[in-house]
Every structure is written in structure tokens, then in C-alpha cells.
């Protein structure tokens, strides 16, 4: 083996990847809580809509779930502009892309978990009196979100990771800072293995915590 | 024109009740009047349209013709007269006059035994936590649950559940209780607790319109008995009557032999 590794040059520009490592997790929590908006909103529409809504909803769902990430990236930062007079950082587009990107994951999620709640349950909430909203915020979402937790875990770890996509338009997040490293440095087993590294633990202590919350939430209904 | 009341009105009148399902014709002109206070009890072969008759009374099947009217107010429709659906919060108001209790529970999984009792309190009734926490104390004391009221509905039995159910619906102060088949679900062993508590609210004088198969239970505990057969009322009675042995009524009394058969 001619190779030796050295790590002194990764670790002299570890700030970069510091900094990567933070706006990825900026990048995901972002888009993920305006995705999550987006999901209840559509899903909740969904189930109580007309076909047309249906319809209209299940296309942008399939549209979404059946491009590549990478292009819906290009799409809105380089092809946008050029139609629409808007102008916008690739961090703002990014941002954009990938709420609309897990909006349509999360509206699968959650439209089945709201499909899951049992008919008898729903039904016990109108005998009691309960207006359709009140069953809805207190009957359907909470059993929904019991429902769709270990789902929901997966969805967002595997959104995290989906931020190093930004990287192909220059937002400097962990990947784009591994890139950076490994062009002026030309180290890239070594910041390679960093980074990987760094994706793994981040993705482990995310995994954890949501477990945690899952449990608490179990504990706690 | 206005159509003077009558002298002792029912408080659930069903007249002339009619639904289908795709061609299949559930409910024939069924028509039944219960006063305030009796324990009608609904008994018939399975299809017979029993559980359907009692979801339309609180609305949670609509039906295509006829009017179900708890103390002169029709319960799904507004009250011009021209069939037109009431709207969803006039819905809710209406089937807060009436109590249901499942054959499957139904309770809100996420929510403790007190949880369930208070939810509609609050929501409902406009009750404040403290007066809603006392209210379902008091129910579940009067089912035998008091130690149970913070526990989850998984952590109950069977039996507990339902009696939590029980209590969810009481606890409204419904004017009428509709019980449906609530102990077809539960082991042979846990039924006993359940009816206990369905007695003593007949005692107390809360209407009632249960569907059962506990002939038994239907014998003792109810002032009226209607034998419903192909979505139609097929005889209607004091228990002694329909359920003794004199009836004229074939259907009826092939339904008793093979019901005694299967169950003593």
C-alpha cells in the first residue's frame, strides 16, 4: 500500500465541516417542520375532500415521490428563475425544495395513519357530541400520531440525509464542506471517512432522541 | 298549522323508518315509541337491523324516509320539514342528547379512563377541568372503577372498558342511553359486571334502547321487548309476553328455539 493516511489536513479545516455539519441540521429541521406543516394541512384535507381534491392532492404526492431529488433541486434553482422572475439564494431554494419534497412524504404518512384510526373510535367521538373539528384534534390526531411515530422516525432520518443533496448547488452543508476539503487537499479517503462518520453519529443521536420521544409518548397515553 | 302536542308524548319517536343499502332493504317502516323512563330492549336475528335501527337513532346512519324525533325534535334533519341534513355543529348538538355504548368500547386509546369521561365534558358540556374531573370520579365510583380512573384503556379488561363506556355516556346526562350488543364481546365471566351496571342505571330511571342477546337479562330488566325480523318490527311486548311460550308469532318463536338451543 503507497497510501498513508493523514488526517492533519481534515482536521485543520474541520470547521468547515463543523459548520456543514450545523446547516445540514438547520437545512433538515427547516424543511421538515414546514413539511410537516404542509402534510397535516393536505392529509387532513384529503381524507374529508371531494375527488377532485383527492386527485389534485395524489398528483403532487406521485409527481414528488417519483423524481429524484437531485432534479426537483436543479428544477427550482435553476429552472425557476428562468421562467418566473424570482431570485433567491441556493439556501432559500434548497429550503423550498426539500419542504415540498417531505411535505408529500409526510402526507402519505400521516393520510394513512388518519385512515388507521379506527371507524368506532370516530364514531364514539359523534356520539358524545363532539363537532367534526373536536373530533379531529382530539380524537383522530392524537391516536393518528401514535399510529404514524415509528414511520415519522424513519421519514425524518432519512430527510437529514437528504440535505446532502444541496451540495450540488454550492449550499456549503457537511457534504459540500467534505468537497471542499477533498479539492484542496486531495485527502479524500480520509475526509471522506470523517464525514461519514459524522453523518452516522448525527443520524444515530437522531434516532435515539426521536426513540425517546416515541417512548415518552407511549408512556404517556 | 301547528299540530297541538300530545297528551303523554314519547321522548324517542320513530315513525315509519326506511333505509337500504344499495338494494338490500335494512329497515322496513319501523316505527316504535319509547317513553321517558322504560328500558326497551331490541332482540332478532343477526341482519335483522337492530344495530342500525339504534345508529339512526343518534344519527350516526342517516336512513332515506320516516323521522326519529328525541322530545319532539327531529334528530338528523332540520326541523322545515323538507329532509335537508342538519349542519355538523346542529348534528353534534343533537347527539349530545343521547348516550351510546359499543359492542367494541370505543374508547379514545390515548386518554385514561377519566381521560374518556371528561373529554366530552370539557369539549361538550363546556365544563371546567376541576367539575369534569369530579363528574367522572363520581361515574366511575357508581361502575366500581374509582381506583381505575387514571388508568389507560389497555390496562383495563374487557369488562372494565366497558364499564368505562358506560360511564362516558352516562356522564353526559343523555336523556336517552342506546346500548348496542355491549357485552357480545366480552368473556362469559365479565358480563355479569356489565349488566350490574346497566341494572341499577334502569333503577335509577335512565330511558333506555338496548340491542342484546341476553335473553336472560332482556327478560328482567326490560319494561318492553321488540322482536325485529327482515328490517321490520315483527312483534312487539311486555317480556313475559313476547318471550313466553304462547306467542303467536312463527318467526319469533323459531328464533327463541334456536336461540335457547345454541345457549342453554
Given at each position: 500500500m503507497g497510501y498513508t493516511l493523514n488526517f492533519n489536513l481534515i482536521w485543520r479545516h474541520f470547521e468547515k465541516l463543523w459548520g456543514g455539519l450545523l446547516l445540514s441540521l438547520e437545512l433538515a429541521v427547516i424543511s421538515i417542520a414546514i413539511g410537516i406543516v404542509i402534510g397535516l394541512l393536505l392529509a387532513v384535507w384529503y381524507v374529508s375532500a371531494g375527488r377532485l381534491v383527492r386527485t389534485a392532492i395524489a398528483a403532487y404526492v406521485e409527481f414528488i415521490r417519483n423524481v429524484p431529488l437531485i432534479l426537483l433541486v436543479y428544477l427550482v434553482f435553476y429552472g425557476l428563475p428562468t421562467v418566473v422572475d424570482i431570485a433567491y439564494s441556493a439556501q432559500t431554494s434548497f429550503i423550498a425544495t426539500l419542504s415540498l419534497y417531505s411535505g408529500a412524504y409526510l402526507v402519505e404518512v400521516f393520510r394513512s395513519g388518519l385512515e388507521a384510526v379506527p371507524r368506532g373510535q370516530l364514531d364514539a367521538g359523534k356520539a358524545i357530541g363532539l363537532t367534526p373539528w373536536q373530533r379531529l384534534l382530539h380524537v383522530r390526531l392524537p391516536t393518528m400520531l401514535r399510529i404514524t411515530l415509528p414511520a415519522l422516525s424513519n421519514t425524518f432520518l432519512s430527510l437529514f440525509k437528504d440535505t446532502s443533496v444541496a451540495s450540488v448547488i454550492s449550499v456549503p452543508e457537511l457534504t459540500y464542506g467534505a468537497q471542499w476539503i477533498n479539492f484542496n487537499t486531495f485527502r479524500i479517503v480520509e475526509v471522506y471517512l470523517v464525514v461519514t462518520a459524522m453523518y452516522l453519529l448525527t443520524g444515530y443521536a437522531l434516532l435515539y432522541a426521536l426513540r425517546l420521544v416515541e417512548r415518552r409518548f407511549r408512556a404517556a397515553h | 298549522m301547528s299540530i297541538p302536542p300530545p297528551?303523554?308524548?314519547?321522548l324517542l319517536d320513530i315513525s315509519d323508518v326506511s333505509k337500504s343499502f344499495g338494494t338490500v332493504?335494512?329497515?322496513?317502516s319501523v316505527s316504535l315509541q319509547v317513553t321517558r323512563g322504560e328500558v326497551v330492549t331490541v332482540i332478532g336475528p343477526s341482519g335483522s337491523g337492530k344495530t342500525t335501527l339504534l345508529r339512526c337513532v343518534n344519527f350516526l346512519e342517516s336512513y332515506d324516509s320516516g323521522s326519529i324525533r328525541i322530545d319532539g325534535k327531529e334528530v338528523g334533519f332540520r326541523d322545515t320539514g323538507t329532509r335537508q341534513r342538519r349542519s355538523e355543529r346542529d348534528l353534534a348538538k343533537m347527539r349530545a342528547e343521547t348516550g351510546m355504548v359499543f359492542q367494541s368500547f370505543n374508547?379514545?386509546?390515548?386518554?385514561?379512563a377519566a381521560g374518556n369521561i371528561m373529554l366530552g365534558l370539557r369539549k361538550v358540556r363546556g365544563k371546567s377541568s376541576t367539575e369534569a374531573r369530579a363528574i367522572a370520579e363520581h361515574w366511575l365510583g357508581r361502575v366500581g372503577l374509582a381506583h381505575k380512573a387514571d388508568s389507560l384503556p389497555a390496562e383495563l379488561s374487557g369488562g372494565q372498558q366497558q364499564r368505562v363506556g358506560i360511564a362516558r355516556a352516562v356522564a353526559m346526562e343523555p336523556k336517552i342511553l342506546l346500548l348496542d350488543e355491549i357485552t357480545s364481546a366480552l368473556d362469559p365471566e365479565l358480563v355479569g359486571e356489565v349488566l350490574e351496571v346497566v341494572r341499577s342505571l334502569a333503577e335509577d330511571g335512565m330511558t333506555m334502547v338496548m340491542v342484546t342477546h341476553e335473553m336472560a337479562f332482556a327478560r328482567d330488566a326490560s319494561s318492553r321487548i321488540i322482536f325485529m325480523a327482515d328490517g321490520g318490527v315483527s312483534a312487539a311486548g311486555p317480556p313475559a309476553e313476547i318471550l313466553?311460550?304462547?306467542?303467536?308469532n312463527e318467526r319469533l318463536r323459531s328464533f327463541l328455539a334456536r336461540f335457547r338451543a345454541s345457549h342453554f
Open positions: - | 297528551a303523554n308524548p314519547a332493504e335494512v329497515l322496513r374508547l379514545f386509546p390515548h386518554l385514561t313466553g311460550t304462547e306467542i303467536d
